[in-house]
């Protein structure tokens, strides 16, 4: 596949709002592409590169699309970006995940990751700790900033996320959205996959995918 199909394909998910996954056979379970960047005071992006050491999806022509993409693309909110530098990442996720369920059979497992404290293990968020409570989940630390939910579940495996706060101006329109996160497969007690969506008027349907393992 040549870098132009890379690119139209990237041109499917939408860059103003929340990264979108890409489904490969190359994977274990979920890799990323991770770009850097900066933002002027007028909202001009500038210093735009792979993040060679974060991205853990080294095929160079997805690589290269997702450069292309970014560079095409166009920021929701820039004047809240202005003179700080920020990061965009690209998800690469196991086409087997897609449709892809945690058996009923260790649904009920699922009850000792209802409280803890957490952690992502994409290194494009590995300074973000997860603390969750009963009723409500706190993430803190990187370039999201501190970010204030409250968590219900549905079920055993599936909770929602309603964002209360968040400290970054940039993300303040998303305040009052509802996130579902489904836990998709279990790797060991302390660690899981999941699949989170949120959907919209203006986004459609935005899923992304990841690891989460207990601190």
């Known amino acids: 596949m040549n870098l132009l ?20 056979d190359d994977v274990e379970r979920v890799a990323i592409v ?4 900066c933002v002027d005071e007028n909202g001009k992006q500038y210093n735009i590169k792979i993040n060679q050491e974060k991205s853990t999806y080294k095929h160079d022509g997805w ?3 997702c450069l292309e993409h970014f560079n095409n693309g166009v920021l929701r909110d820039p004047m809240n970006m202005v003179n700080k530098c920020w990061q ?6 196991n086409s087997k995940y897609k449709t892809y369920e ?11 990751l209802h409280r803890g ?14 603390k969750r409570r ?4 706190i993430e803190k630390g990187g370039y999201g900033g501190k970010q204030i939910y409250n968590i219900e579940w549905l079920d055993d495996h599936i909770y929602t996320l309603k964002t209360v706060k968040m400290s970054l101006a940039k993300d303040k329109i998303k305040e009052g959205d509802i996130i579902t996160v489904e836990i998709i497969e279990l790797l060991d007690e302390d660690t899981y996959l999941y699949k989170a969506y949120s959907k919209d008027e203006e986004t459609d349907t935005n899923v992304v995918y990841g690891l989460i393992s207990r601190v």
Do not use: H, N, W
């Not at 991770?34 to 960047?37: F, G, L, N, Q, R």
């Open 134 to 137: 009963k009723r409500k989940q």
């Open 5 to 24: 199909k890379y690119v139209i394909i990237f041109s499917l998910f939408i860059f103003q709002t929340a990264p979108s996954q890409t489904f490969v």
């Open 34 to 37: 991770v770009i850097d960047y």
């Open 88 to 93: 965009s990442v690209y998800y690469f996720v």
């Open 102 to 112: 945690l058996p009923k059979a260790e649904r009920e497992k699922c009850k000792d």
């Open 117 to 130: 404290t957490f952690k992502y293990e994409s290194p494009a968020y590995s300074e973000t700790k997860i």
């Open 63 to 65: 690589q290269q699309g």
